[in-house]
């Protein structure tokens, strides 16, 4: 195995692939409790022990389906990881106070959407806490103290954050008595911005591991007709022969497994067969040329 | 009250809401000393104590027929502020040697701007010094120098910066032996980019507050016929009637207060009424929902 | 002489002026050994005693050429500085194994480049190593190795970096045990970023001096007739006219070395009486508005 299949966050650790629970209630057949159980014992086969919620994921509504079914898994807690989100506030039948979207990152919004977390997760701890978008009202102070508190009170493990700049990490890092351990950010052979805008600089040089959304950058990967979509399909094909591979989707995982931030894919998949494809991309080590020319189907041009 | 009328800059304090006297001259009846001796009391009895200049202000006018109010106004120096700038060089008969519009940021120039400054200003001291602009040719070591040494000398208590970058910031306060106190820099419903651009980011870090130039966007917030402006007046309208209040400006200017970097709002205005009428925004905490539906208003779109 | 003809660089010293090899090949009458022979001479007559390589110049060609020239010069290793530069992989008969332009800042890159520019340049040591573009694939901690390897072994006096943001920059120096000397950027009066993008504010921060690539913008500066280049041309002009010097590429080079951040000019031409004619820049002195007439020209308008 070219890569190692758990990954340190702090304190803790991750599986190195992820599963993204974001989409559980898109499909009503695989959302009930016996359905999730064997979502979570067929991930934990294959290696993935650690899941990606936010409490707004199905009009807020995943995070209880998928507590139902850890109820019917039964398994130890401590063999998994959770991750969840808080501070998006979302128009919606489940939040009537909420007037118009927004966010919140109060420490008194934190502390209630934690407990709201732990109690729809059948819980007592929550492994990583994201917030799931910069504020431009957050009040540095006041959010660390929110965050101090879920951990104090052994409630959250470690604390993250999702799509913050470099300058909005460093602010809040600025107030905590703990490293924030992640940075959870767009990126994928489709969308290569965090290559130059500081994203995974930063990360490297404060050595966080960031997780990554949105992997293959949609479906579309795989059946767009955009340029790009078609000259990155005709090179990771190209990679894929000369490997024995012939998924692409493992090899554009294996494109973000190569970069040096040592980053932790979220798969948005819940078919335990495309997770178990996915996942052979912890075998393949590309070669620097290989991992140049996707760069260069993805941009279109060679590189300066 | 909402917000103190009060706030610190380092060992000094400002009032929350500061007077922007560079339009003194614009408005020539009231610009002789009596006028800018009522404007002084006027603005002093509704909590408004500290004034802000630069050196060219009215063409390099306004300090000096602003320093003629002061002498008939007065009133005791240490109940109010003087904030002055410098370092734009402008093309005028008043300063028949530029024949270019520069910068200068030599200390040799800070130096000299400071003591125009006190005399114009029939003063000993200013509260807080700001260069205007950043220079490109901004030789920090000399800056510095040149900051230091009217500070030393009992000219200047205090130091910022005006329309800075954060990396303009961070070069000349790593020369300087006391902090940089604030950054005055264009904010408003209308301008919103500060809120993303690292510059909000970056106060709240090193913990300064930013003085906030044309807090409510100039006057085509109340007249202006674009898609934003029309937006935003009906934003700010129903807002003003959830609040009682029906003054939209009040509600443009609380917005800002409820930033959590600490702004302070310069008032352009010179009349004691329309001040007045401002000021009531010390009173106004807007909502979470509130605030994000202004924001809304300005951008066009919801929150990502 | 307004600047001197030393600049310092960590422990080591440049010549204020650098002589650019990268056309050494482009004119295959001068690149025997004879006639690098003679322009070594000459250019250290003048005071130039800095030569900039890259492993790639002259499709992998410069640094032999030149190096055999280094040998039939026959002078003292130590009256010269040499510079060099790798990472960046071309697709060339020279380098089969490159099937996609890529970079590679890998320590075994590193080594194994350096081992062939002290064997193509005929020497024991390299004065300043140079990342001749950042790599999004750079692990930091093994391109420091590298770099740290070299030093240790003496093969590489000083190590620094090309074309590298400030982020790129502060990552790959978070991992040094010594500190990178330079980045070698682009400016000229034709190309103005690095006066805002943050470049120029972070060597002067920390104190490093830039080199300067492409310092006239390239030869459309003389004879273009786009709005900028005619622009240009009359502004230089005027000031050459005032100045008593008629060549306005000495005032294009004088343009750089007015800037605080101290920048060294890595002058592209091969003839000595250009050379010559540049290295007049050194007495050369611009006003505060001199420069900022040059900018204006450049940019077409006013500062703010």
Same mark, same amino acid.
């Given at each position: 195995?070219? @890569?190692?299949?758990?990954?340190?966050?702090?304190?803790? $650790?991750? $599986?190195?692939?992820?599963?993204?629970?974001?989409?559980?209630?898109?499909?009503?057949?695989?959302?009930?409790?016996?359905?999730?159980?064997?979502?979570?014992?067929?991930?934990?086969?294959?290696?993935?022990?650690?899941?990606?919620?936010? /409490?707004?994921?199905?009009? @807020?509504?995943?995070?209880?389906?998928?507590?139902?079914?850890?109820?019917?898994?039964?398994?130890?807690?401590?063999?998994?990881?959770?991750?969840?989100?808080?501070?998006?506030?979302?128009?919606?039948?489940?939040?009537?106070?909420?007037?118009? %979207?927004?966010?919140?990152?109060?420490?008194?919004?934190?502390?209630? $959407?934690?407990?709201? #977390?732990? %109690?729809?997760?059948?819980?007592? @701890?929550?492994?990583?806490?994201?917030?799931?978008?910069?504020?431009?009202?957050?009040?540095?102070?006041?959010?660390?103290?929110?965050?101090?508190?879920?951990?104090?009170?052994?409630?959250?493990?470690?604390?993250?954050?999702?799509?913050?700049?470099?300058?909005?990490?460093?602010?809040?890092?600025?107030?905590?008595?703990?490293?924030?351990?992640?940075? !959870?950010?767009?990126?994928?052979? %489709? @969308?290569?911005?965090?290559?130059?805008?500081?994203?995974?600089?930063?990360? !490297?040089?404060?050595?966080?591991?960031?997780?990554?959304?949105?992997?293959?950058?949609?479906?579309?990967?795989?059946?767009?007709?955009?340029?790009?979509?078609?000259?990155?399909?005709?090179?990771?094909?190209?990679?894929? #022969?000369?490997?024995?591979?012939? /998924?692409?989707?493992?090899?554009?995982?294996?494109?973000?497994?190569?970069?040096?931030? $040592?980053?932790?894919?979220?798969?948005?998949?819940?078919?335990?067969?495309?997770?178990?494809?996915?996942?052979?991309?912890? /075998?393949?080590?590309?070669?620097? !040329? !290989?991992?140049?020319?996707?760069?260069?189907?993805?941009?279109?041009?060679?590189?300066?």
């Amino acid at each position: 195995m070219s @890569y190692e299949t758990r990954i340190s966050l702090g304190s803790l $650790s991750l $599986s190195r692939l992820v599963l993204g629970a974001w989409r559980l209630l898109s499909d009503l057949e695989r959302s009930d409790a016996d359905s999730v159980a064997r979502l979570v014992h067929g991930a934990i086969d294959i290696g993935i022990t650690s899941f990606d919620h936010a /409490d707004i994921y199905g009009n @807020y509504g995943v995070e209880e389906a998928f507590g139902a079914g850890l109820q019917r898994w039964g398994g130890s807690r401590d063999t998994i990881e959770l991750i969840t989100k808080c501070d998006i506030m979302l128009i919606s039948g489940a939040r009537p106070e909420n007037r118009i %979207k927004h966010y919140d990152t109060s420490s008194a919004h934190i502390r209630a $959407s934690v407990e709201r #977390s732990l %109690k729809n997760l059948h819980t007592d @701890y929550i492994d990583v806490l994201l917030l799931h978008r910069p504020d431009p009202l957050m009040d540095a102070d006041d959010t660390a103290r929110g965050l101090e508190d879920v951990v104090k009170a052994g409630k959250v493990r470690a604390v993250g954050v999702s799509n913050f700049l470099p300058h909005q990490f460093d602010l809040l890092a600025s107030r905590l008595p703990f490293p924030l351990v992640t940075n !959870q950010i767009e990126f994928s052979v %489709k @969308y290569v911005s965090p290559l130059t805008d500081g994203s995974l600089d930063h990360a !490297q040089r404060l050595r966080y591991a960031p997780m990554i959304w949105s992997p293959l950058g949609g479906g579309s990967l795989f059946t767009g007709e955009g340029v790009q979509e078609v000259r990155l399909r005709a090179a990771l094909r190209d990679i894929a #022969s000369q490997l024995d591979n012939t /998924d692409i989707s493992a090899i554009a995982i294996a494109w973000l497994l190569r970069h040096p931030a $040592s980053l932790i894919p979220v798969l948005g998949s819940l078919k335990i067969d495309r997770l178990k494809t996915m996942a052979t991309a912890l /075998d393949i080590e590309l070669s620097r !040329q !290989q991992w140049f020319a996707i760069l260069k189907a993805s941009t279109g041009e060679d590189v300066d």
